[in-house]
Nanobody, 121 residues
């Protein structure tokens, strides 16, 4: 059974950076497509970025293009989300999720517990 644990969230000032990590356990990660999602207070969950199982294919929401970078290290069973030029609207709980079949799945099969990102001065 695949288990995902996010880390790296915290409080950061506007314009700052954070790197989120999503560590997998239970099974190897290299056969799963991974996505990062976020949910702001009072808003619906939205997809932020996704990456193919090999790491060669990535996709980003328009709101984060040019600021966020997704990557993965399958040997370390970890997926990263590098976030730069953070804005207050990036505030929310960030989740990583994995799906064995679909790239950029809207509702992946496996989910982490989330990590809070707060962008505020």
């Amino acid at each position: 059974q695949l288990q995902l644990v996010e880390s790296g969230g915290g409080l950061v000032q506007p314009g700052g950076s954070l790197r989120l990590s999503c560590a997998a356990s239970g099974v190897t990660l290299d056969t799963y497509f991974i996505g990062w999602f976020r949910q702001a207070p009072g808003k619906e969950r939205e997809g932020v970025s996704c990456i193919s199982s090999s790491g060669y294919r990535t996709n980003y929401a328009d709101s984060v293009k040019g600021r966020f970078t997704i990557s993965r290290d399958n040997d370390k069973k970890t997926v990263y989300l590098e976030m730069t030029s953070l804005k207050s609207e990036d505030t929310g709980v960030y989740y990583c999720a994995a799906d064995p079949i679909y790239y950029c799945a809207g509702n992946p099969e496996y989910w982490g517990q989330g990590t809070q990102v707060t962008v505020s001065s």
